[in-house]
């Protein structure tokens, strides 16, 4: 597996003659059609050959770093070469590596849209979570047309989580809440309303995504989670929740206080971290999830969190920024990383890619001649995420959401991982 970033004058067929693969293969395991630019910057990705051919001035090291395997792995599967009897035209053998195990799940709304996007990510994923059956203050469900979706899930044997969510005309509410977790006669009808339709639609778990709750909840919260849980054990679903990305457990604000990261890891099996919207639509252009500010969630969660129990959030989107921003002005549009590339070849902006945020960007200027900033994700920020989730001995991810395509990456996933 190699990512390679585009440069100046590339083109699929110089890429295939430096692969030594087909040009076919390798538009059609990045989703690419003749009518695609190649935009300088945009990132690739090429499958790893069965055999590689040497070329006059390899390396082992060179070969190593162009097929993603270390020296070692390529001396032990052909034994006896070295550098020295390394000549132009020799055949190798190239080994195949070992595959981590990893949890995924994608949160997904039953629209077109993210039904088309789940038939390219189904093959890496464990668990699709349908977003989301709202709860309102006495305990009932608002129906979620998710019939038709979940016959596609349950076939490509992805196993499908109920979403339940306290969200009122399009928000969080924390008078829905309130209810819900002070109330045990409420709180028994949320579950046992739950557990009905779970039944119903064939659901295979529930991920609860209470947000927004305020400090006086937080308790409230926690014993609620306790008695769901146990319910749900009972009946052999898991648990997942998804909760706001603190970076210590005295962190003010009403979408931190609630969420109690020792006890959600303590009760539930999987807690979500909602690593992104660092950058959003309301506010300044800047990376949606910047490594640094991520690392910092993460180095609180996991002293208190047993990291087996962690999914660690991961953004499909980007967005758009006209420039200069203004607060209170006009939001960011948010867009996929493949629209992001198409938008950057149609306006022949050069992809740049920040280390320090693990991001790439470019700007543009408009037809309007105003400036624009896009921050997104490519394969290279996904390495990073990936190899941040490997450091930390995680049990996986959770991306939000399959309302943004991203083909190729999917590929790239199922390269990396086994799928659990």
Request: aromatic share 12%.
């Amino acid at each position: 597996m190699q990512i390679h970033v585009v440069k100046k004058g590339d083109s699929l067929w110089k890429l295939s003659q430096y692969y030594r693969l087909p040009w076919q293969e390798l538009a059609a395991v990045n989703r690419l059609t003749a009518k695609d630019i190649l935009s300088v910057g945009q990132t690739l990705f090429i499958p790893t050959p069965f055999t590689y051919t040497v070329r006059p001035g390899d390396t082992l090291k060179e070969i190593g770093d162009l097929i993603g395997v270390s020296v070692a792995q390529l001396q032990q599967a052909n034994p006896g070469v070295t550098d020295v009897n390394l000549v132009a035209g020799k055949q190798l053998n190239v080994p195949e590596r070992t595959k981590k195990d990893i949890t995924t799940n994608a949160f997904a709304e039953p629209v077109p849209k993210a039904k088309e996007n789940f038939d390219a990510a189904a093959k890496g994923l464990s668990y699709l979570t349908m977003f989301s059956y709202e709860v309102n203050e006495k305990g009932e469900l608002k129906p979620l047309d998710d019939t038709e979706f979940l016959k596609d899930v349950k076939n490509k044997n992805v196993k499908p989580l109920m979403s339940i969510t306290n969200i009122k005309d399009g928000e969080f509410s924390e008078e829905v809440g309130t209810a819900i977790l002070t109330n045990k006669e409420i709180t028994n009808k949320v579950i046992d309303n739950s557990l009905a339709m779970m039944k119903q639609k064939g659901y295979q778990g529930i991920s609860v995504d209470f947000e927004f709750l305020g400090k006086k909840n937080k308790e409230a919260y926690n014993q609620f989670l306790r008695t769901l849980t146990g319910k749900m054990h009972q009946q052999n679903y898991i648990v997942m929740t998804a909760v706001a990305p603190k970076i210590s457990a005295t962190q003010i604000g009403e979408w931190y206080e609630s969420h109690d990261y020792k006890a959600h890891g303590q009760i539930v099996d999987y807690v979500i971290l909602m690593t992104y919207e660092w950058g959003y639509s309301g506010g300044p252009p800047m990376a949606v999830s910047p490594i640094a500010s991520v690392k910092k969630v993460l180095d609180y969660a996991v002293s208190e969190i047993d990291p087996n129990k962690i999914l660690m959030g991961i953004n499909l989107y980007g967005y758009d920024w006209t420039l200069p921003y203004k607060p209170g002005g006009e939001f960011a549009k948010a867009l996929n990383p493949v629209q992001a590339t198409q938008l950057a070849g149609k306006r022949q902006a050069a992809i740049k890619y920040s280390r320090k945020d693990e991001a790439p960007y470019f700007r543009y200027w408009d037809k309007n001649k105003k400036e624009h900033i896009v921050w997104f994700e490519d394969l290279r920020s996904m390495k990073a995420k990936f190899d941040v989730v490997d450091q930390y001995g995680f049990a996986g991810v959770s991306f939000w959401n399959l309302s943004f395509g991203y083909p190729v990456f999917w590929n790239y996933l199922v390269d990396r991982y086994d799928i659990k």
